[in-house]
């Protein structure tokens, strides 16, 4: 495959990096950090998106190799914003299915955070529903020895899975990610309102956070808001932006 061997080589040229999209504290408008997205500068073709190239990297595995490198050079964002004059800032990596269940990550958050000398309370990762719903036994274990190092621990795309959150609280969760499906007509559709309201309100008797990706207007951050709803993300605030300019975003908000 062309794009298999290309991503193979954009590793090794070091073409692959990392934006940044805030995250909002609806209870303070200030950021509360922010999710890490992939990007390949691609020779020819510019900024590429992980929407056109991901799928491979899940299919043929590279998706491991390119997972730790996604969470060292985040520690080694989060270490630069620390000591410099952008200060401590909470950054969430995405964590892919085939990620979780076939790498050491216990391993390698481990030494990303060591290497970069980060408080673990800084990283946190976001994992998807069916990354966790495989093997059952391992996944507590593998959540809980990632608990003990001080990270913490999301479910992305929460409401487009099959799991239940009586299934989810089994697990130690800190945050739900509310799915943007249910975002996108929060202030029109009376079904999907009521489906982020009582996941919120679920969640909180779970004592987790909650936060809702997508937000793209006004309108819907109010009903979030109301709703109690803990953080968003999404284009109304920002768009993932490069790393100078996430900086300069949690400067110029304090
Ligand atoms: O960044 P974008 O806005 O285009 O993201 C598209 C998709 O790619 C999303 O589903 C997102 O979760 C996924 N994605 C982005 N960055 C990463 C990453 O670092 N690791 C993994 N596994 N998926 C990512
Ligand atoms: O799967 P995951 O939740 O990690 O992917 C996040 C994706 O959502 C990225 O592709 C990111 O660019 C995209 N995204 C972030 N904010 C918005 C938004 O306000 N509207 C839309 N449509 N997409 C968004
Ligand atoms: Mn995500
Ligand atoms: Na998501």
């Given at each position: ?20 999209q ?53 520690c ?32 390698v ?7 970069h ?31 003990a ?6 479910i ?57 990706e ?9 009903y979030?808001r ?11 605030f ?16 304090r």
């Amino acid at each position: 495959l062309d794009l298999e061997l290309a991503l193979r080589r954009a590793i090794e040229n070091e073409e692959l990096l990392l934006y940044y999209q805030p995250k909002v504290n609806l209870h303070t408008g200030a950021i509360a950090g922010a999710e890490a997205l992939l990007r390949w500068q691609r020779p020819g073709y510019g900024l590429v998106h992980p929407a056109d190239f991901v799928a491979v990297m899940e299919d043929t595995g590279l998706i491991v190799q390119v997972g730790d490198w996604i969470i060292d050079a985040a520690c080694r964002q989060i270490g630069a914003w620390l000591r410099g004059s952008v200060g401590p800032v909470r950054v969430a990596v995405n964590v892919a299915s085939r990620q979780f269940s076939e790498g050491d990550l216990e391993q390698v958050v481990r030494g990303a955070l060591a290497r970069h000398n980060v408080p673990a309370e800084l990283l946190e990762l976001e994992l998807t529903e069916t990354a966790l719903m495989s093997n059952t036994e391992r996944t507590i274990d593998v959540l809980t020895r990632l608990k003990a190092l001080g990270i913490k621990v999301a479910i992305d795309d929460f409401g487009t899975g099959y799991s239940s959150l009586a299934y989810l609280q089994r697990f130690p969760i800190d945050k739900l990610k509310i799915d943007i499906a249910f975002v996108r007509d929060i202030t029109t559709n009376p079904n999907d309102a009521a489906i982020a309201t009582a996941i919120i309100s679920m969640a909180h008797s779970l004592k987790m956070r909650v936060i809702a990706e997508g937000v793209e207007t006004r309108a819907q951050l109010e009903y979030l808001r109301r709703g109690r709803c803990d953080e968003i993300q999404g284009y109304f605030f920002s768009r993932p932006v490069a790393p100078r300019d996430m900086g300069v975003l949690v400067e110029s908000g304090r």
